[in-house]
């Protein structure tokens, strides 16, 4: 059974920085593409950034610069290190790892920039 767990989301302020983690078990992980989404109040899911198995990433513009996608094969984890956080980053924080058709989703974690 395929599992990906979100942790490290929360209340910050705007200029702080967060990291989440995606922990995932039940595939191989290293052949999976794993991404960031997030989801705003009354918006669209939208991608922020992706890592493939072997460590190309890709960012939303919105997000150059400020975060940074990696990962750790031996622990079958993704990282999201969120830096100089915005209001407008505030949202649910979703992980999704893909490989061949096959697409699995975490539930998400809450992270909201407000003073």
């Known amino acids: 059974q395929v599992q990906l767990v979100e942790s490290g989301g929360g209340l910050v302020q705007p200029g702080g920085s967060l990291k989440l983690s995606c922990a995932v078990s039940?595939?191989?992980?290293?052949?999976?593409?794993v991404g960031w989404y997030r989801q705003a109040p009354g918006k669209q899911r939208q991608s922020v950034a992706d890592?493939?198995?072997?460590?190309?990433?890709t960012y939303a513009e919105s997000v150059k610069g400020r975060f940074t996608i990696s990962r750790d094969n031996a622990k079958n984890t993704v990282y999201l290190q969120m830096n100089s956080l915005k209001p407008e980053d505030t949202a649910v924080y979703y992980c999704?790892?893909?490989?061949?058709?096959?697409?699995?989703w975490g539930q998400g974690t809450q992270v909201t920039v407000s003073s």
């Open positions: 999704r790892a893909y490989y061949s058709g096959n697409v699995n």
């Open positions: 039940g595939i191989i992980f290293n052949l999976y593409n």
């Open positions: 890592i493939t198995g072997s460590g190309y990433t």
